[in-house]
Nanobody, 123 residues
């Protein structure tokens, strides 16, 4: 019914930049909040940044001033521009969306997650 597809991960040197993209598709009625979480090996999944449909964004303290989240509502897509990357940013980055979707003539609300994209920052 709904899919979130992430792209843009990879290997970069410390101080470099990457841009992640997450596109939602399917029988979507509306999307409230979209955002990014990350999970490093042996650690819990933590919020990186999130943005509402009106464009209000919040960030984890560890990425403030370095990462910027943006959103294209017409394309159901969000972006995460990551600058001044550090080795501690290395993780699998997961996109999520808090949305309402159609199933037949009914609407349902739930969270969806992408499959994850690996970001590796070398020192």
């Amino acid at each position: 019914q709904v899919q979130l597809v992430e792209s843009g991960g990879g290997l970069v040197q410390s101080g470099g930049s990457l841009r992640l993209t997450c596109a939602a598709s399917g029988s979507i009625f509306s999307i409230r909040t979209m955002g990014w979480y990350r999970q490093a090996p042996g650690k819990q999944r933590d919020l990186v940044a999130a943005i509402t449909s009106s464009g209000s964004a919040n960030y984890a303290d560890s990425v403030k001033g370095r990462f910027t989240i943006s959103r294209d509502n017409g394309k159901n897509t969000i972006y995460l521009q990551m600058n001044s990357l550090k080795p501690e940013d290395t993780a699998v980055y997961y996109c999520y969306a808090d949305l309402t979707y159609w199933s037949g003539s009914s609407r349902y609300a739930r969270d969806y997650w992408g499959q994850g994209t690996q970001v590796t920052v070398s020192s």
